[in-house]
């Protein structure tokens, strides 16, 4: 009826608001009220409520709860037969068992998350593989393919002029050189890094590389430097740790 279809609209505008505002439990119980009154029909609708829960429980660490949202989202895409879908759920997959410690299993699905990516002529899904697989060679200490990964998705990045992206990789980047003893490479992307995140505004960025910066100094024995930037680091991370378990 009209008056669901409108307490639909209203629940899941409500949700994104209350997502927006970082208020994650509220948002959650909004998508999810608005989840149980869409028609079973709107496969579109379910798929993006599903998708907004996801992120959600991921950032409220409910590994459970997550692993059915991506099961959900498993069987939508397969019914709406969307490679771009396909290959996102293939991603929140290789994510979900990368937040487990199953760094193989992560670059696998990544892998085919990527070869969907490309088939659906989605960057910006191609750019998210690349991040998996860049960390998932990263946490096995195979570096150089863990670089590699990264190299190409920095240049899917600039292509979409996904700047956000693009600074979340030079930061991870920057700690493989550092971890195959280049600290001079891996101050050099931090840099970039650490301006990109500065420009876009971006405090939880900002706050990593400036303990990643921090590393640095302590690993070249500057240790006042080393100390201003992990009180700089943890300042900004007091501000904006409050936030996420709303």
Do not use: W
């Not at 692993?67 to 895409?77: D, H, P, R, S, Y």
């Not at 600039?158 to 980047?173: G, H, S, T, V």
């Amino acid at each position: 009826s009209a008056l669901t279809d409108d307490a639909c609209r209203y629940l899941s505008l409500a949700g994104d608001a209350a997502r927006d505002e970082y208020q994650n439990t509220q948002a959650l119980d909004y998508y999810r009220r608005a989840l149980a009154l869409l028609p079973q029909t709107n496969l579109n609708g379910h798929y993006r409520l599903h998708r907004e829960c996801e992120k959600i429980l991921a950032e409220l660490g409910r590994l459970d709860e997550r692993t059915q949202a991506i099961e959900a989202l498993q069987i939508l895409a397969d019914a709406m037969g969307d490679s771009g879908n396909l290959a996102e759920v293939m991603l929140l997959k290789s994510r979900l068992v990368s937040s487990s410690g199953n760094y193989e299993k992560s670059a696998e699905l990544a892998y085919q998350a990527k070869k969907l990516a490309l088939e659906a002529g989605r960057n910006d899904l191609g750019i998210g593989a690349n991040q998996c697989l860049l960390d998932a060679y990263y946490q096995q200490g195979m570096y150089r393919e863990a670089i590699e990964h990264g190299e190409a998705g920095i240049t899917l990045a600039r292509k979409q002029n996904a700047l956000q992206d693009e600074a979340f990789i030079l930061n991870r980047l920057g700690l493989a050189f550092l971890e195959m003893k280049n600290p001079s490479t891996a101050l050099a992307y931090f840099e970039q890094s650490l301006y990109i995140f500065r420009a876009e505004d971006n405090l939880r960025g900002i706050a990593r590389v400036l303990a990643n910066l921090g590393m640095i100094a302590g690993y070249q024995g500057n240790f006042n430097a080393a100390l201003d930037y992990c009180e700089q680091s943890l300042q900004l991370a007091r501000e904006i740790g409050s936030r996420k378990g709303e």
